[in-house]
């Protein structure tokens, strides 16, 4: 269901540092998401390990646009946006770009657009969308027309969902999700291995089943063996507070390289022969 409307009084609000705390949270929320995704649990890591690398003044904006039932915790509300998919039924489509099949490439003007046509209805349009209405946060024209609480929940959802790389999958099989395997002994799609199934076999294998344990391993490694590469992530041409293009072009490039390599209709997809060795280079 919606959440409650939350917005910024267009006096006290973000007004100038809008863009700078959109531009930080944005910049952490993909550093995360490049590690991890993208069912319920990795929106859930992805969002409470931004969350700690967050500046006070972007902690007490964030905070200001989440409903009162949250208590703050923006990572409990991270998986919102996959919850009300058949409520918001226009939504569907912002979680996700067909790209060509067997291509292995992404374009904008190509690409962005619903299984109707309409142009712009993708994630990578989606996080434009999302980050512009935040950045005019405070102004009369956003407290009238936007619902700042929703634009948050949606962009942090879809920066993790456009680095999923079955989420910049191939038209033709709806990306991976008709393309019917077995994950070690259960039967399930390739698109649902990449969404859920490496990670709950990860927690059970490596961490007791506690989430909490892996969002530590992943700080770990982003204060230690990513910290020199942390300032390039957060780099866009022409001054964009956020570019997603890079990100998808980036997810159907490793999608035809991880993903859909040898993932053919009937296989067995085992941890240690596929892909479960990308996660352990993640974690280890």
């Known amino acids: 269901m919606p959440v409650s409307r939350t917005v910024f009084s267009s006096g006290g609000g973000m007004g100038g540092t809008g863009l700078l705390w959109v531009w930080r949270f ?89 299984s109707s046509g309409h142009k712009d209805m993708c994630v990578t349009g989606a996080i434009y969308n999302y980050t512009r209405q935040l950045e005019a946060a405070g102004s009369s024209y956003a407290i009238t027309n936007y619902n700042l609480t929703e634009a948050l929940l949606f962009l942090s959802h879809f920066v993790g969902d456009v680095h999923q790389p079955l989420h910049i999958g191939f038209t033709g099989d709806l990306g991976g999700n008709t393309i019917i395997v077995r994950w070690y002994r259960r039967k399930t799609n390739l698109h649902h291995v990449w969404d859920t199934m490496i990670i709950d076999s990860a927690l059970k294998t490596f961490y007791q089943s506690d989430l909490s344990q892996m969002i530590q391993a992943i700080q770990r490694n982003i204060t230690d063996g990513w910290s020199n590469d942390v300032p390039s992530w957060g780099d866009c041409a022409s001054n964009k507070t956020v570019c997603p293009d890079p990100y998808a072009s980036e997810s159907i490039k490793l999608a035809c390289k991880y993903a859909y390599r040898n993932a053919t209709p009937g296989s067995t997809l085992t941890g240690f022969v596929f892909p479960f060795f990308f996660l352990l280079l993640l974690f280890w």
């Open 26 to 114: 944005v910049v952490l929320l993909q550093l995360i998401s490049g590690v991890l995704g993208w069912g319920k649990e990795g929106h859930y890591a992805t969002c409470k390990i931004a969350e700690e690398y967050l500046t006070e003044d972007a902690k007490v904006a964030v905070k200001r646009l989440l409903p009162d039932y949250a208590g703050g915790d923006l990572a409990s509300l991270c998986s919102w946006p996959d919850e009300i998919r058949f409520h918001y039924h226009w939504s569907g489509a912002l979680h996700y770009v067909d790209t060509p099949d067997f291509k292995c490439n992404y374009e904008y003007c190509r690409d962005c657009h619903d």
